[in-house]
């Protein structure tokens, strides 16, 4: 190579990668100012969000303190559509509920001082007590979901207060005693209040007219849910029922494990709380829409019966997908005056 051509290669070269550079560093800058815009969004949006919270919070405490004049508003039931947000729970959800059972704290102090000392005795079986042994060794094994493992298993911050509201409900409806999917309502419960006031909570839903055959596994009502269950889901996606018969599945495979822990156990707990909220103001029939709103987004995943069945086990739900699809939801009266009327 003569050195003129010598000289023009290396002048390439050097241009080339000058070019380079700078549209490197116009790219870089491009991204970095990208990323700029971005997070400013972001602190923005998240702002934003913090506000409206606030907002929501204060309107939430406004109606707390007159809760007898707006229980029945129609307003505050179109706001609790919209979730109640996390912080005002804690006053809002007691105030929905009340204590119709009428369990004073002196009570609920007895009954967790008896639970401590409390032996089953075999000899002398007293409606569902035997259950009380099975409540220490479930904790161990019930939950999946990571962050609730840390909390509630043995040796987790809330696991005593957990083992405990199970125990002394055990001891106060010794006729129901405990099943598995307790845990999970009253992990719920105590992620929001101190143990006395879970307790109450705990013991009106598990105690609800449309609920407590439920917890006590009553065949014959169970059966009438799995039934009206299934009316539904011929209604409102005879697709997935047409499916559900050719993978010879039914209620027992799934709608059980939902309803024994109120959703608690196949839905994240945020999602959760945001279905209680609109289940406290609507009633139960929110628990029905909920499950054939989750059956629908489902749908495409059911390729055959063991896919069908992990996503039954498992379903990977979006939050505002489900409350959308809750909505849409036909549920008719006949459907309605069945679920509604079941009774021990």
């Known amino acids: ?18 070019n380079k550079c700078m549209t490197s560093t116009r790219s870089t800058s491009l991204h970095e100012e990208n990323t700029m815009k971005f997070s400013r969004s972001n602190n923005l949006f998240e702002q934003k969000q913090q506000e409206n919270e606030k907002e929501l919070k204060r309107k939430w405490s406004d109606i707390a303190k ?13 706001l609790a559509e919209f979730g109640i947000p996390i912080s005002a729970r804690k006053q809002i959800w007691p105030l929905i509920v009340g204590n119709k059972l009428q369990i004073t704290k002196e009570l609920y102090n007895i009954l967790q001082t008896q639970s401590k000392t409390f032996k089953f005795d075999q000899r ?52 129901i005693g405990y099943v598995q999917g307790m845990t999970y309502v009253g992990s719920i419960l105590l992620t929001y209040f101190d143990d006395y006031q879970a307790f ?16 006590m596994l009553d065949e014959q009502n169970l059966q009438i849910i799995f039934q009206q269950f299934e009316k539904l889901i011929k209604l409102n996606i005879p697709q997935v029922h047409k499916l559900f018969k050719q993978y010879n599945i039914n209620c027992t495979n799934y709608l059980l494990d939902w309803i024994l822990t109120l959703f608690a156990k196949p839905l994240n707990p945020d999602i959760v709380g945001r279905i209680w909220d609109r289940m406290l103001f609507n009633g139960t029939h929110i628990l029905w829409k909920c499950g054939i709103a989750i059956l629908k987004i489902l749908y495409p995943k059911f390729k055959d019966q063991e896919k069908t069945l992990q996503s039954l086990k498992n379903p990977d739900i979006k939050d505002d997908e489900l409350l959308q699809e809750m909505k849409s939801i036909n549920y008719p009266f006949e459907v309605q005056e069945v679920l509604g009327n079941i009774e021990l």
């Open 1 to 18: 190579m003569n050195q003129n051509k010598e000289n023009e290669y290396v002048s390439d070269v050097q241009g080339y990668f000058t």
């Open 200 to 215: 109450v909570i705990f013991s009106s839903l598990i105690t609800h007219p449309q609920l407590i055959s439920i917890f």
């Open 66 to 78: 007159d809760w007898q004049r707006n229980k029945r508003d129609v307003k505050v039931f179109q």
């Open 124 to 175: 002398k079986p007293l409606g569902r007590m035997s259950s009380f042994n099975h409540i220490k060794q479930d904790l161990g094994r019930t939950f999946k979901n990571e962050s609730l493992q840390k909390i509630f298993h043995p040796g987790g911050p809330l696991s005593e207060n957990l083992q405990s509201i199970l125990e002394v409900f055990c001891l106060y409806r010794p006729d």
